[in-house]
């Protein structure tokens, strides 16, 4: 290093140290809880959807704490985006879906702007190398729990008026979390 | 430094210019032993950022062990308690440093103690753990909002979002530690996002376009550090890191090398994308020219020569035996790649000896100057 006085820092700078990486800490805690009050604002008040889970081939992919799912529905939409060949390979979406009695949501159709009727749903989807995925297609657990989870039938979503998703229980076939 | 020393020493004791008796004494003068006080030094250091690291983790393993005995909430608040600790371990550490500069200001600085000053600010100190701490803590609390609530985000995201986020604590510390782990956390999040978005541009990606832009974007942060380290402004002191300068070279040659392997062994006379490989080989062959040429002549270093040669040479051996297998000759083959090899290797060590005695003359040169001018300085200071 070259020898150069004016590099000893003095303590006003030190004290500019100081405040910048607290105004940093500051900006970063305020950025990420307000990401989480929103997610739990989606949580809170958000609508009640099922999915009806497809088993994943093999099932035993559970590692412990995580389980890899796969939506029966994935299945429509991906055939009636394949239809849609003009679209690109990897991007994001929405469709719509009806409800039934259970919440269980049935695919209508992709979404291109006409207004819904009162049972239909909008919902957020992303293509990733050629699969569907809607939020997360894994669910983390606890480890050992892996057992009570095999039972689960239906994927419980929380949905806003956006079609944003967060995938918060599983749902077995009587329609009790698990 | 220290050997070229000891080698200058031994040149004088050789010269008779030195008696034997002293050779020993002239030796602890050049280079002196380590103090028992920088032993203590070096060992506190090492165990602070072991801490620091045992710490993160152990945070990161009681998360996932406790999962549903701790409600959402719960979980954030431990993290985010932990990372305001950080932050205000940093400030602490910060304000003690600040009164032992206060103090200093009132004596007489000693250049030594002012070396060691810079050090304690931008490299390791506590510090500056503090604000590593703070930075692993928060990709742990990244981690876990995008677990608790999943979804599904692309998880190249998160790596970039906490290399983003990171960016102010790594400037504010100018610190190898955490400038490295923004420059790996910006390379995982590159593959993240090649990996699920190849496919996106209008073109798709092929794998060996991804190795060229692996290779670009090393390089070109390999320059932003080293030209921020020539600048002469204050700011230069805040990316003095040697260790993420010579990683990312690393990086990125070994992704020019392989992409130049890739090519070669790729080439086709009857291929119609020719022309695209002439680019590459081209962007492969300027690459290293330049800076063959730039650690040659204009700031000379051995370290990037070193990979330079050793990356030509690569590209040597596999244009001759994807040529030479071809022929039905095996035997023969093996035998004149094996002559070259020879030939490379030592052809690269004995440049490199002499570019070494070269930089070391010059270093001498440049430091005899310096401390000239330094004199020059303390006198005028001193009148």
Redesign the interface.
Known sequence: ???N???????RQ??K??L???I??LV??A???Y??FT??Q??ANGEVILFELAPVDPRSLMQG?YMALNYDIARVVSQSVNQHSST????DGLFIVTLDKHRVAQFDGLYNGDALTPTQRLIQY?V??GSI???????????G?AADFEQSKYGEFRVNQAGQ???SNMIDKDFKRI | MMTQKRSTIWQWFIDGKIEPVNVKAAMIVAYPHPTANKWQLLIANILLYLGVLLLGAGVIFFMAFNWDALSHLNKFAIVETLFALFIGGFYLANRARKKSSLQADGQHVLHDQHNQHIQQTYGCSLANAMLLGASIMLGALLALVGQTYQTGADPWQLFAIWAVLILPFAYIAGFDLLWLLVVVLLNVSLGLYLQSFASVFSFLLEDIQQIAIFGLVNLVIHLTFSLAKRCKWRVQLHFNCPMVEASSLLASVSGFTWLIIWVIFDFNYHYDSNEYVAYYALVYLVTMVSLFVWYRYRSPALYPLTLVLTSVSAAIISLLSSELFETSDTIAAFFIMGIVVVGLTSGCLYWLKKWHQQFDEMTMLTDNNASNSDVKKEGTAHE
Not at chain 1, 88 to 91: K, R
């Open positions: 290093m070259t020898s006085n004016n590099t000893l820092l003095n303590s030190l004290s140290r100081s910048w990486a607290i940093a800490a970063i805690l950025l990420i809880n990401k989480i997610q739990e989606l949580l704490d690109q390979n990897n991007h992303r990733r190398d995925k809607l939020a997360s297609n894994a669910f983390f657990f606890q480890e729990r998703l967060l995938l």
